[in-house]
C-alpha cells in the first residue's frame, strides 16, 4: 500500500544521499511527496559531555506541526472498546491533518500494557490511533508512544514520524517545553529527539539510519 508521506523512507534516502557523496553534507534535500515537500539536512552527532564527534550522524526530518483538536462522542466510545477497555485513559484528543486519535494513558507503563483490538480500530474515522503516556523518570524519555494503524495495513507502526507531529504538539503544552527524547513502545521500539517551533508550528525530527547492504544492479 503507498502512503502519502513515510518518514522511514525518507530519512533512510537522505542517510544514503549524503552518506554517498552524492549529495553535500551541509546541503539541504527536499523530498517532493503526495503530502508536500518534506526537507531532510545531516546533523553531526556528538558523544555526550564530550567535543569529540562519533563516526555517525543524525538526519532532520522538518514536519509540520499537527494542531491538537478534541473527538466527537462516537469516536470518544468507540476508543474504549478498540483499547480493551483499558482502565488507565486520563485524556482522548485527535490530531489535525492526519485524523488521529490521540489517546493519552497514565504512564509510560500503561501505554506498554495496551492491547488493541485492531479490527475495532480500523472501524473508528481517521488515519490511526496514537497511545501515549509519560516515561519513568529514571527511562530518560519524556514520553512513550504506540501507534496503531491497520488500515495502512501496518497493526502496529514500530516508529511514526508523523505521529510524533502530534505528540509534540500535545506534550508541549503539557510540560512546557519545546524539547523532548521520546521512545516509540512497539515490539521492536524507536527513540525520536523532537523540536517544536511553536511559533512557526513546525517539528523537527532527528533520527539515525544504518546501512547494512550494498548492491549493484547491473540495467
Not at 86 to 106: F, G, N, P, W, Y
Not at 133 to 151: H, L, N, Q, T, V
Not at 177 to 184: G, H, I, L, R, S
Request: hydrophobic share 40%.
Amino acid at each position: 500500500m503507498q502512503v502519502n508521506i513515510c518518514a522511514h523512507a525518507t530519512l533512510a534516502a537522505a542517510h544514503t544521499l549524503f552518506s554517498s557523496g552524492l549529495v553535500d553534507c551541509n546541503n539541504v534535500i527536499e523530498f517532493v511527496t503526495h503530502s508536500g515537500i518534506l526537507s531532510a539536512k545531516r546533523i553531526q552527532a556528538t558523544l555526550q559531555n564530550s567535543s569529540k564527534k562519533d563516526n555517525g550522524f543524525y538526519i532532520e526530518l522538518d514536519f509540520p506541526a499537527y494542531p491538537i483538536t478534541e473527538p466527537n462522542l462516537d469516536e470518544t466510545s468507540q476508543i474504549y472498546e478498540a483499547l480493551n477497555y483499558c482502565a488507565s485513559i486520563i485524556d482522548i484528543k485527535r490530531t489535525q491533518i492526519t485524523e488521529d486519535l490521540l489517546v493519552v494513558v497514565s504512564s509510560g507503563e500503561a501505554v506498554r500494557k495496551v492491547e488493541p483490538k485492531f479490527d475495532a480500530i480500523s472501524k473508528i474515522p481517521g488515519r490511526g490511533v496514537i497511545v501515549s503516556g509519560i516515561a519513568p523518570p529514571s527511562s530518560g524519555f519524556d514520553f512513550y508512544s504506540r501507534f496503531f494503524c491497520p488500515k495502512d495495513g501496518v497493526n502496529e507502526d514500530p516508529v511514526c514520524g508523523t505521529a510524533h507531529c502530534g505528540l509534540a504538539s500535545y506534550w508541549s503544552k503539557k510540560l512546557g517545553k519545546c524539547d523532548f527524547n521520546a521512545y516509540q513502545a512497539s515490539e521492536r521500539g524507536g527513540i525520536l529527539n523532537i523540536h517544536i517551533d511553536a511559533k512557526n508550528q513546525r517539528v523537527l525530527l532527528r533520527g539515525k539510519a544504518v546501512t547494512v547492504m550494498e548492491g549493484c544492479l547491473l540495467v
